[in-house]
């Protein structure tokens, strides 16, 4: 691969690139198992003739289906630009680079800007994001994921970094922007200066919570005590707590450090999570703090949710170790009956597991909430193949790991309990009208066919049926007594997605995936009031081969009652469509388009933005 195409790539898919699994040929028996799983299911999923997988709720009332989503379906789209139905409109509410104080200057088209002018700017690639009240006030908290280095440095060859001041750049353009937000007569605009805009980013000092903070693991030179810790990056998915905080989850952290010697030995559980002495952009070459020959230590600081503040620009971040450390994809939280905070989380690389967390104590309304992240209990899902499956608790008799290495290697100990390995899982979305959740595993071309970096074989079967899976599916899980916090489940496939247009096998998809809704790769998740479920892509958008006629990135709407789904949003050529959120009055959906093509938004001959946009109705109705 050219070192052009290499820059174009998706941390998930560089870091497979650079770290590809062994291929994986003993497990015969493994794969036959699988594969006579693999025709039971794909008989009866692709063509929806029985129970088995898919969900019996959308099968049983499949004839009374409604259309709860009130506009008219659009088709696939290969242009650069957004479409919507009939009906709704969109325009640009804030873009990489675009200033958050006055007296600074937007983005300079010929290089990119420079560190000073982008740490007082939006930052890049958008992601999730939340948005919160203080009185009449609407705060935004948007996750900037990575950056499009020959984008930001397009005064360097190749986009890679010639001195400290890029780095600098470069980390300032990473992180969260928040930023107070208002609805004029000409649509949606940021608050220039508002006491409430800030940017946070891979400096920021926060502080290490929850059982792994103080750990001889986590002790640096500059921070002995291991207690607080510069900055977080790679932020993905996004979480709110019920007392109004914002989480923010650590992603792809690995690929941000190098070493100096590059035959530097590293310890065996930097292996499991992808830590190698070669990183994407260089930091460590200006940056010792990435150098891990200099700071060993450094990269178990990173790879777990922050809980912030939104509202108050002075709070410091603080890391929740007692969540784990994996690649974390979003913080889905929801209180259980008798109180007790449910987080649900997917550690978004090949064959890696679903946790959830529950907090020891209950969520008092007024009440301290300092604990509730802090002190709980770990799980990491078990799926069956009956459509039984049970939340399998990290514990140190469990494990045979102390309660602090469960928090800093919590992959190994998921392996240790024997988790599921699954097919990539992204974004978590509770059903707030019923007690049920839904996990997007969005693809994983090594089902079957490899391990995952612990070892753990990926069997076909279960909630993960398609070998070499290109497509991706929902899954969901009812608790069995109607309660988040129970250990036991069952499960069943909301959708698996796929191209009817090509293929007649398991690759065509479910029963509820049509010539007219077809997609692949589901990513961002999120429940509307109305409790349906938009769902956003992040696949392949060549629109050739098996994925001809799919288009571009998109976003669809899904009525988890019926099992019907339907296309609301097309993106931008390029884009991945990532990231959604609702104006407190709920006539505005605020969605991210990240990474999109060259002239979008800004029209021919400018550099590409990744960017927040405002979708609404014409007639100025709730939207969601
Ligand atoms: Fe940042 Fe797994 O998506
Ligand atoms: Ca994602
Ligand atoms: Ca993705």
């Known amino acids: 691969m050219r070192e052009h195409d290499i820059d174009e790539l998706s941390f998930d898919d560089y870091d497979e690139l650079r770290d590809p699994r062994p291929e994986d040929n003993g497990f015969d028996a493994v794969v036959d198992a699988a594969m006579s799983r693999r025709g039971f299911l794909g008989g009866v999923v692709a063509f929806g003739s029985g129970a088995a997988v898919m969900g019996t709720t959308f099968l049983a009332s499949e004839a009374q289906a409604a259309n709860r989503f009130g506009f008219n379906p659009i088709p696939t789209s290969t242009a650069n630009t957004i479409t919507l139905p009939e009906g709704y409109e969109w325009e640009v ?7 958050l104080w006055s007296g600074t200057p937007d983005v300079d088209q010929a290089t990119g800007g420079t560190a000073e002018t982008q740490a007082r700017a939006f930052g890049d690639n958008t992601d999730g994001m939340a948005i919160f009240a203080k009185g009449d006030k609407q705060i935004l908290a948007v996750n900037n994921e990575y950056i499009q280095n020959k984008v930001l440095l397009n005064n360097r060859e190749d986009g890679k970094a010639i001195n400290a001041d890029d780095v600098q750049k470069m980390k300032n353009a990473h992180g969260i922007s928040i930023l107070e937000i208002e609805e004029g007569a000409n649509g949606w605009d940021v608050v220039l200066d508002s006491e409430f805009n800030r940017r946070i980013t891979i400096d920021t000092p926060m502080e290490l919570t929850g059982p792994a903070a103080g750990h001889d693991l986590l002790k640096t030179d500059a921070d002995p005590m291991a207690k607080t810790v510069l900055g977080t990056w790679n932020n993905c998915g996004n979480g709110e707590t019920p007392w109004g905080t914002y989480l923010t989850c650590e992603e792809n952290f690995n690929g941000y450090f190098g070493s100096a010697d590059a035959e530097q030995e590293l310890p065996a559980e930097f292996k499991r999570y992808g830590i190698k002495t070669k990183s994407r952009y260089g930091f460590e070459k200006f940056d010792d703090r990435f150098d891990l020959s200099k700071n060993i230590n450094e990269p178990n600081r990173h790879g777990y949710i922050v809980e ?30 008798d109180g007790r905070v449910v987080v649900y989380m ?10 959830k967390f529950v907090s020891k104590d209950a969520y008092v309304e007024g009440g301290s909430t300092e604990g509730l992240l802090s002190d709980g209990q770990l799980y990491v899902a078990k799926f069956n193949d009956d459509l039984s499956g049970e939340w399998i608790a990290l514990t140190p008799e469990a494990t045979g790991m102390t309660a602090e ?4 290697h919590t992959r190994v100990a998921g392996s240790k309990v024997g988790a599921t390995t699954m097919d990539r899982p992204e974004w978590v979305a509770v059903n707030p009208l019923k007690v049920e959740a839904y996990c997007a595993l969005t693809n994983n071309k090594n089902r079957g066919l490899k391990t995952n970096a612990g070892g753990d074989e990926t069997p076909v079967g279960g909630p993960n049926p398609r070998e ?28 698996m997605a796929g191209n009817p247009t090509i293929f007649d096998d398991d690759r065509a998809g479910s029963a509820n995936v049509n010539t007219g809704n077809m997609f692949n790769s589901p990513d961002g998740m999120q429940f509307d009031s109305k409790g349906l479920l938009w769902i956003q892509t992040d696949g392949d958008y060549k629109n050739e081969g098996d994925f001809a006629g799919q288009g571009n990135n998109q976003m669809l709407i899904g009525d988890p009652a019926t099992g019907e789904i339907v296309r609301f949003m097309t993106g931008p050529n390029r884009c991945e469509v990532t990231g959604l959120c609702w104006s407190l009055d709920r006539r505005t959906a605020f969605v991210g388009i990240q990474h999109p093509a060259a002239d979008f938004p800004d029209g021919p001959g400018t550099l590409p933005r990744s960017c927040v946009v405002a979708v609404k109705r014409t007639d100025g109705g709730v939207i969601g």
Request: hydrophobic share 35%.
């Open 93 to 99: 509410l804030v873009k990489w680079g675009q200033p």
């Open 308 to 337: 912030i503040d939104a509202t108050d620009p002075t709070s410091t971040p603080k890391k929740r170790t007692a969540l784990g450390r994996f690649k974390h994809e979003n913080a889905e939280t929801v209180l259980a009956a």
């Open 405 to 408: 290495e469960i928090c800093i």
């Open 468 to 495: 070499a899976n290109k497509f991706g599916q929902i899954v969901r899980w009812r608790p069995v007594n109607g309660d988040h916090t129970d250990t036991k489940f069952t499960w069943d496939l909301y959708v």
């Open 346 to 355: 997917g550690d978004d690389e090949r064959g890696e597991f679903l946790y």
